[in-house]
């Protein structure tokens, strides 16, 4: 997509490039499929049960099998759709079978939640090159992978969606014995200002 950016009135930058909305009108969440990373626990969990409780259809994607089978049995026990994904979103081809899976089974996705993380606490020094390499995998590669399928999704449709990447005060500032924790969130940080403006 290329876009003139001498153009400053919205109504010329629509003509310009139709696929550009200056003002996104999303589903409510009832009627939307969403799609969250790293949904077996923490903030992922709890977005998924709340998303469901709000009538969304979840698409639950984690590397914990035995924890996804639990909680997508809790939701569909109190009548929502859900469905789970093992996938380590470290890996480009697990992220994009989530997508995959989300389309074939509900025929698309609304919003796409990059929540999954780990964290190494240890002095900068003695963590290994190996553990932040692996940390950066699903930290920051992971949000990378899904933000291009879910953009990649969006456009193709024709369709607005919300991506929702879920960072943190340490990619903000530095911190001890989370080196770097702190590094793939600032990553992180600047890839999602980074992409907002591109889009």
Same mark, same amino acid.
């Given at each position: 997509m290329t876009i003139d950016h001498s153009v400053t009135n919205t109504e010329q930058l629509e003509q310009q490039n139709p696929a550009i909305k200056t003002k996104l009108k999303l589903k409510k969440l009832k009627d939307q499929v969403i799609v969250i990373t790293g949904a077996s626990s923490g903030i992922g969990l709890v977005t998924a049960r709340m998303a469901a409780e709000k009538g969304a259809k979840v698409v639950a994607a984690a590397r914990n099998e035995e924890a996804l089978k639990e909680l997508t049995d809790e939701l569909k026990e109190k009548g929502h759709d859900a469905?789970?994904?093992?996938? #380590? &979103?470290?890996? !480009? !081809?697990?992220? /994009?079978?989530?997508? !995959?899976?989300?389309? +074939?089974?509900? @025929?698309r996705f609304d919003t796409w939640v990059n929540n999954a993380a780990v964290s190494t606490f240890g002095h900068a020094m003695d963590v290994t090159v190996e553990? %932040?390499?692996? %940390?950066?995998?699903? /930290?920051?590669?992971?949000? &990378?992978?899904?933000? *291009?399928?879910?953009?990649?999704?969006?456009?193709? *449709? @024709? &369709?607005? @969606?919300?991506?929702? /990447?879920?960072? +943190?005060?340490? @990619? #903000? *500032?530095?911190?001890?014995?989370? +080196?770097?924790y702190a590094s793939a969130k600032f990553a992180l940080h600047g890839w999602t200002e980074s992409i907002r403006m591109e889009l």
């Open positions: 469905i789970w994904v093992k996938a #380590d &979103v470290g890996k !480009e !081809e697990d992220v /994009n079978r989530i997508a !995959e899976t989300a389309i +074939s089974t509900f @025929g553990d %932040m390499k692996r %940390m950066f995998d699903t /930290n920051f590669w992971g949000p &990378v992978y899904g933000t *291009r399928a879910a953009v990649k999704h969006y456009t193709g *449709r @024709g &369709v607005p @969606g919300a991506l929702i /990447n879920v960072g +943190s005060l340490f @990619g #903000d *500032r530095g911190t001890v014995i989370q +080196s770097t």
